[in-house]
Every structure is written in C-alpha cells, then in structure tokens.
Nanobody
Framework: QAQFVESGGGLVQPGGSLRLSCSAS????????MNWYRQAPGQERELVAT????????SYADPVKGRFTISRDNFKNTVYLQMNSLKPEDTAVYYC???????WGQGTQVTVAS
C-alpha cells in the first residue's frame, strides 16, 4: 500500500523559510503527479501544490503562489515543498499524497509565529 512520510516542519518566524520533504513508497512514484495538502487549525484539509510526474509543470493554491515551490526527485521517490516568506496563516499540518492512494500519512506540523 502507498505510504507517505512527511518531515521538515517546525516553528519558524514570520517571513522565514522551511523545506518540507515527503518520502513515498508502495507505488510507481515516477508515474504519478504528487500533491501537498495542509490542514490549518479548525479548517478543512486543502490542496496547496501539485507537480506532474516528471516535474515539468506545477500548480499552486492562490494563498501560496509566489512563496511556495514544489519539486520532486523521482530517483529518491521524494517530493519537496520549499516555503518562503511564511505567514502565520500558513500554520497547519502539511501532508503529501499522490497516485491513487486513499490513505494519509501523519503529516508534519508547520507553525509560523513570532
């Protein structure tokens, strides 16, 4: 079964940066687009970024455009989310998912606060 292990979260000051990593296994990683989601306190989980299987095309939710960059390394079966100019409203648990997987990993907590 597909498995996703997110890492790299933590506490960061507003305006700071973090780089999240997601290690995927259990499916043909290079054949699928990959996605980052987040769930803020008291909010629903939302899609924040998508990358095509070869990494040639990306898309972002409006609140993170220009600040976040999704990338992938198909050799390492890993997808990344570089987050710059972080804002308090970016505080959330961040998740990675792709393929036809219906399961979620544990996510990684990102807290943006002064």
């Amino acid at each position: 079964q597909a498995q996703f292990v997110e890492s790299g979260g933590g506490l960061v000051q507003p305006g700071g940066s973090l780089r999240l990593s997601c290690s995927a296994s259990g499916f043909a990683f290079s054949m699928y687009a990959m996605n980052w989601y987040r769930q803020a306190p008291g909010q629903e989980r939302e899609l924040v970024a998508t990358i095509t299987k070869f990494g040639g095309s990306t898309s972002y939710a409006d609140p993170v455009k220009g600040r976040f960059t999704i990338s992938r390394d198909n050799f390492k079966n890993t997808v990344y989310l570089q987050m710059n100019s972080l804002k308090p409203e970016d505080t959330a648990v961040y998740y990675c998912k792709g393929g036809s997987a219906s399961n979620w990993g544990q996510g990684t907590q990102v807290t943006v606060a002064s």
